[in-house]
């Protein structure tokens, strides 16, 4: 059964605009780690360009202490990596009018953003970014 807020473990991805109510337990550089207070289940937030106006959340699928330790790491820049991977991956699959804003994004970013510019935000799959458990 799907959260009634987050709709997790359906949901992987939400795109720019409307967001399920969470609870900030992670800051970190450019990318943060909340949770929902209904079921538990632990999101990735990161907002980009133009003006990090543009901010979408990925399902994370790991521990706090997991994301706090790969965090460390490198400041967050494999953190960045996996969400732009997961917005590239999952994107197709966001209803139409989510679809639409990410194609809104995909416009006012002039190519700067995950899913078509792969030199900057990179080409692996998220599940090759992260170690295995």
């Not at 003006?51 to 521990?63: C, K, N, P, Q």
């Not at 790491?73 to 804003?101: F, N, Y």
């Amino acid at each position: 059964m799907s959260c009634s807020n987050c709709q997790s473990p359906e949901r992987t991805l939400y795109g720019p605009g409307k967001h399920p109510a969470l609870t900030n337990i992670g800051l970190g550089n450019w990318i943060d780690l909340a949770r929902c207070e209904l079921c538990g289940t632990l999101w990735c937030s990161s907002p980009y360009e133009p003006y990090a106006a543009f901010e979408y959340l990925a399902r994370w699928e790991f521990t706090a202490d997991e994301w706090d330790q790969w965090h460390a790491a490198d400041a967050g820049q494999t953190l960045r990596l996996w969400h732009a991977a997961m917005i590239r991956e999952h994107w197709l699959g966001l209803a139409e009018d989510e679809r639409a804003r990410v194609d809104e994004h995909r416009r006012r970013s002039s190519g700067h953003n995950p899913i078509d510019n792969t030199q900057v935000f990179g080409a692996a799959e998220a599940r090759s970014l992260l170690p295995k458990r």
